[in-house]
Nanobody
Framework: VQPVVESGGGLVQPGGSLRLSCAAS????????MAWYRQAPGKQRELVAT???????DYGDSVKGRFTISRDNAQKMVFLQMNSLRPEDTAVYYC???????WGQGTQVTVSS
């Protein structure tokens, strides 16, 4: 089990920014690949970004150039900096430890004027 807790969501206007945080409590965090997903109402869960244990990153096409994933191994934290937010970014955002299949409660991000 690799539990995580997400935070940092909220209501923001189009063009604004938010920074999401994910606190992990499982062992060997620095050796784990981490990912952010999102799920909008009526849609399937979508991979947003991945950061590997070595620090390399991948992004979904819809967020490339706007979102940045990062990690702090000492604090067992993963972050998602979201800039230039759009209404279509509205979703519940989830953090997960890749390969373990466990999910937190998610954090709601709403982009609206």
């Amino acid at each position: 089990v690799q539990p995580v807790v997400e935070s940092g969501g909220g209501l923001v206007q189009p063009g604004g920014s938010l920074r999401l945080s994910c606190a992990a409590s499982g062992g060997l965090f620095s050796m784990r690949d981490m990912a952010w997903y999102r799920q909008a109402p009526g849609k399937q869960r979508e991979l947003v970004a991945t950061i590997r244990s070595g620090g390399s990153t991948d992004y979904g096409d819809s967020v490339k150039g706007r979102f940045t994933i990062s990690r702090d191994n000492a604090q067992k934290m993963v972050f998602l900096q979201m800039n230039s937010l759009r209404p279509e970014d509205t979703a519940v955002y989830y953090c997960t430890v890749v390969g373990f299949g466990s999910w937190g409660q998610g954090t709601q991000v709403t982009v609206s004027s």
